[in-house]
C-alpha cells in the first residue's frame, strides 16, 4: 500500500507548501545570507600558496552535476529537511571548476580514458589504461613504449605515503589507472586475456597492482577472487562458484603480496570489517582489505557487520598514511554511483554518492586545510535527470505533481534517458503508480530501452580546497588535474618552483625574496 501523497502528486504539493521555514518568507533572511556568503567569498583574496603535504582526490565514479544535486536533496532528506537547502561537504570547497570528460576518440568517455587523463595526466583513447593515445584497445603489441605514470607514482618517487580506497574491485578501472598500464581494463586477471596477450607478454590488471608500484601503503575495496588461483573457494562466500579464484597462472598474489614485504614490517591482508575496526594504524605497515570477491556491496545492501563502509575506510586509510612526515597521495573512489545509474538504480547510485560526501566530511576533520589539498570531481556523467516541477521537499524519488499530458500517466522526478527502465505494457508506457517506485531496486523509466544505461558527455564538476586550490578554476581539459595537484605537493616533473618539500615554504620564500629586497633597498638609500 503506496502512501496517499505518493499516489496523489498534488495533495503532496499541496501539503509541501506547508514546509516552507517561516524565515524563508522574510526576505531578509536571503539578504542577510548572500551578505555572509558575500564576506567568504571575499577573504579568498588571501590565497593558501603553501605546499600541499598531502592530497586526497575523491573520485565520484559517473557522479555528474545532475547527480551531486539530487544526492544534495537526498542528504537533507535523510536528516528530516526538505533537502534542497543542504550544504554537502563538496558545496563547502571554495573553487570549483568543470572538466571536459571526452576521450581521444570518444565523445561520451569511459571510466579508464578518463582515469587515465584524471591521474596520469594524459589524455587516452576509451577502454585503455595508463597508457597513451597511440595504443589500440585490446591489442597487447600497442602498448610498449606508450606507458604513462600516475600522480600516484609521483608521490611515492617523492617519498610520500599513497593509498588507493574504493567501492569497486581494486583492479577496476579508476584505481588501476594509478598503477598499470594496460590495452584494455577487462583484463582484471590472466583468465579475462586473450591468449595472444599473454603470449605477447602483456600482464593482467591485478598482477601489475603488486609489481608495478610494490610498496603501496594501503589498498581497499573488492577483488578477492582476481587474486587466488582458478576455482579456490572463496573465504566468506565458499559454496559460491561465481566468487571462485579466477587466476591461471595458480599464483597466490596476497600471499606473494606478503611475502614480498620486510620482514620488520608488519603486513596485514584484511577480508572483512571487523578486522579493519579493530586494527591499530601505528603498528601496521601494509594494509591490503578485500572485502569481497568482486565489487562492494551497495551502501544500501551493505552488511554492517563483515562490510566496512566508504567512510570507514577513508578513516584508517588516513590514519595509516599521515604517519609519514613527508605526506601522502591518496585516492578514492566512491565508484559504485556508476554502477547504480548503469542499472537504472537510482536510490542506490544517490546512496552511494551520499556515502562519497560523508567520507569527504570525516577527512576534513582529520586532515588540515593549511597542508592538504583535496580535489572532488567525477570522471563522467550519466544521463540521469530529475524534473517536472516537483515542489519544495518533494522526496527526490516521488512522482512529480503532474501526469504526462499525452498519456495521461504519472511519471517520477527522476528519469534516465536510456537504459533497462524502459518498459511498454499494452502497447504504451507502464503506469507507474502500479509499481514500488520508491524500492531500492526500482529501475526509473528511460526513453530508450538499454539493458545498461550510458555515460553522459557533459562537463563535470571539479571542487578544491587546500594549498593552492584556486589553481582549479574555469574550464579545464580532465588531464589538467594531475598536473595542478602536482605543482601544488611538489612532486612530478614540474617543481621548478619550489624550494623543499615542506608546506608554507613557497610562500616562505617569497617573504625571504621581499625581506632581502628590502635590505639591499635600504642600504642603497641611506
Not at 608500484?213 to 572463496?234: C, L, T
Not at 596485514?268 to 568482486?294: H, Q, S
Request: aromatic share 8%; charged share 20%; proline share 5%.
Amino acid at each position: 500500500m503506496k502512501p496517499l501523497l505518493l499516489l496523489f502528486p498534488f495533495l503532496a504539493q499541496a501539503a509541501l507548501s506547508f514546509m516552507v521555514p517561516e524565515k524563508e518568507k522574510d526576505p531578509q533572511f536571503w539578504r542577510l545570507q548572500a551578505q555572509e556568503t558575500l564576506q567568504r567569498a571575499l577573504t579568498l583574496q588571501k590565497l593558501n600558496t603553501n605546499v600541499a603535504k598531502n592530497v586526497i582526490l575523491f573520485l565520484g565514479d559517473g557522479m555528474g552535476i545532475s547527480t551531486v544535486t539530487a544526492a544534495r536533496i537526498l542528504k537533507g532528506q535523510l536528516e528530516q529537511r526538505t533537502g534542497e537547502e543542504t550544504i554537502l561537504e563538496m558545496d563547502r570547497f571554495p573553487f570549483v571548476a568543470l572538466s571536459k570528460t571526452y576521450n581521444t576518440n570518444a565523445q561520451v568517455p569511459d571510466s579508464a580514458g578518463t582515469a587515465t587523463a584524471y591521474l596520469c595526466g594524459v589524455k587516452a583513447n576509451e577502454g585503455t589504461l595508463g597508457v597513451s593515445a597511440a595504443v589500440t584497445r585490446s591489442q597487447c603489441n600497442t602498448t610498449a613504449g606508450n606507458e604513462v605514470t600516475s600522480i600516484l607514482k609521483w608521490a611515492k618517487a617523492a617519498g610520500k605515503s599513497v593509498g588507493i580506497v574504493t567501492t569497486t574491485r581494486v583492479n577496476h578501472a579508476t584505481p588501476s589507472a594509478a598503477y598499470a598500464h594496460s590495452a584494455d581494463r577487462d583484463w582484471y586477471s590472466d583468465n579475462e586475456m586473450p591468449p595472444e596477450a599473454l603470449q605477447q607478454g602483456c600482464k593482467d590488471i591485478a598482477h601489475q597492482l603488486f609489481e608495478n608500484i610494490p610498496d603501496i601503503e594501503v589498498i581497499m575495496g573488492g577483488g578477492r577472487k582476481y587474486m587466488f588461483p582458478k576455482n579456490a573457494s572463496d573465504v566468506e562466500y565458499p559454496d559460491e562458484e561465481k566468487y571462485r579464484g579466477t587466476r591461471l597462472d595458480n599464483r597466490n598474489l596476497v600471499q606473494e603480496w606478503k611475502d614480498a614485504k620486510p620482514k620488520d614490517k608488519n603486513a596485514l591482508y584484511l577480508w572483512n570489517r571487523t578486522g579493519l575496526m579493530e586494527l591499530d594504524p601505528a603498528k601496521v605497515d601494509y594494509l591490503l582489505g578485500l572485502f569481497e570477491p568482486i565489487d562492494m556491496m551497495y551502501e544500501l545492501n551493505r552488511n554492517h557487520q563483515t562490510d566496512p563502509s566508504l567512510t570507514e575506510m577513508v578513516t584508517v586509510a588516513i590514519q595509516m598514511l599521515q604517519k609519514n612526515p613527508r605526506g601522502f597521495f591518496l585516492l578514492v573512489e566512491g565508484g559504485r554511483i556508476d554502477h547504480g545509474h548503469h542499472e537504472g538504480k537510482a536510490k542506490m547510485a544517490l546512496h552511494e554518492a551520499v556515502e562519497m560526501d560523508r567520507a569527504i566530511g570525516k577527512a576534513g576533520v582529520l586532515t588540515s586545510s593549511e597542508d592538504t589539498l583535496t580535489v572532488v570531481t567525477a570522471d563522467h556523467s550519466h544521463v540521469f535527470t530529475f524534473g517536472g516541477y516537483t515542489p519544495r521537499g518533494n522526496s527526490i524519488f516521488a512522482l512529480a505533481p503532474m501526469q504526462s499530458d499525452i498519456d495521461k500517466k504519472p511519471f517520477t522526478s527522476i528519469l534516465y534517458g536510456n537504459g533497462p527502465g524502459y518498459k511498454m505494457v499494452d502497447g504504451g508506457r507502464e503506469n507507474i503508480s502500479t509499481v514500488n517506485f520508491t524500492d531500492a531496486n526500482y529501475q526509473a523509466q528511460s526513453a530508450v530501452p538499454l539493458r545498461m544505461e550510458t555515460h553522459g558527455g557533459e562537463d563535470v564538476a571539479v571542487f578544491a580546497k587546500g594549498p593552492m586550490a584556486h589553481l582549479l578554476h574555469g574550464v579545464h581539459e580532465q588531464n589538467y588535474i594531475p598536473h595542478a595537484m602536482a605543482y601544488a605537493a611538489c612532486i612530478g616533473e614540474n617543481r621548478e618552483h619550489c624550494r623543499s618539500g615542506t608546506p608554507g615554504s613557497r610562500a616562505g620564500s617569497v617573504s625571504l625574496i621581499s625581506a632581502i629586497f628590502s635590505v639591499l633597498l635600504l642600504q642603497v638609500l641611506f
